[in-house]
């Protein structure tokens, strides 16, 4: 069965940056395109980024204006996301998600690691 | 793509038909998925492309729609449904509906 386990989260002042690691097993990780997704503490939803399974293709949307990067270790089996410049509003539980059964659906999710933006 | 979700909360009693409508704000095709998330627990996908069961989902639920207008319909609610589910589109980057929470009469 796949897996997918968040670390990386916790408090972090406004302006600061934060890593988030999603360790996968139990499926053929480099074979998948994976997503990161958030749920604010209003339980408001928001895909974040999107890594191709070869890394050669990112998305991410307008709103985030830059300050969010994903990338992969497919030799770790590993999925990260870099947050800089973090603002209050970034406050969320951060989910990453394997796509399947097509690339832009979110099959399986992992439990999640909550970010608290706070001075 | 705005996403909204109707109504924000319902409860219903076991054994109702109870129907949760997403709309668009623009077509869509067939491009929606449905989640539920039970409280304390991450998102998992329950119906994907408008009307797909995904694998081990009770076929009490169903999906239906296209273009702009979408529903997830559970045909006999039970216990175990008691959750807030969400549609979400992908049609270009995805967004997701507010979410309906469900509950017991």
């Known amino acids: 069965q796949p897996q997918l386990v968040e670390s990386g989260g916790g408090v972090v002042q406004p302006g600061g940056s934060l890593t988030l690691s999603c360790a996968a097993s139990g499926f053929s990780f480099r074979h998948y395109a994976m997503h990161w997704v958030r749920q604010t503490p209003d339980k408001r939803l928001e895909w974040l980024a999107f890594?191709?399974?070869?890394?050669?293709?990112?998305q991410y949307p307008d709103s985030l204006q830059g300050r969010f990067t994903i990338s992969r270790d497919n030799s770790k089996n590993t999925v990260f996301l870099q947050m800089n410049n973090l603002r209050p509003e970034d406050t969320a539980v951060y989910f990453c998600c394997q796509a399947r059964p097509t690339e832009w659906l979110m099959g399986t999710w992992g439990q999640g690691t909550p970010v608290t933006v706070s001075s | 793509i705005q996403m909204t979700q109707s109504p924000s909360s319902l409860s219903a009693s076991v054994g109702d038909r109870v129907t949760i409508t997403c709309r668009a704000s623009?077509?869509?095709?067939?491009?929606v998925n449905w989640f539920q998330q039970k409280p304390g627990k991450a998102p998992s996908l329950l119906i994907y492309?408008?009307?797909y069961l995904e694998t081990g989902v009770p076929s009490r639920f169903s999906g239906s729609g296209s273009g702009a207008e979408f529903r997830l319909t559970i045909s006999s609610l039970q216990p175990e449904d008691v959750a807030t589910y969400y549609c979400?589109?992908?049609?270009?980057?995805?967004?997701f509906g507010g979410g309906t929470k469900v509950g017991i009469k």
């Open positions: 492309q408008g009307s």
């Open positions: 890594i191709r399974s070869d890394a050669r293709e990112v």
């Open positions: 979400q589109h992908y049609r270009f980057f995805p967004t």
């Open positions: 623009q077509d869509i095709e067939t491009y």
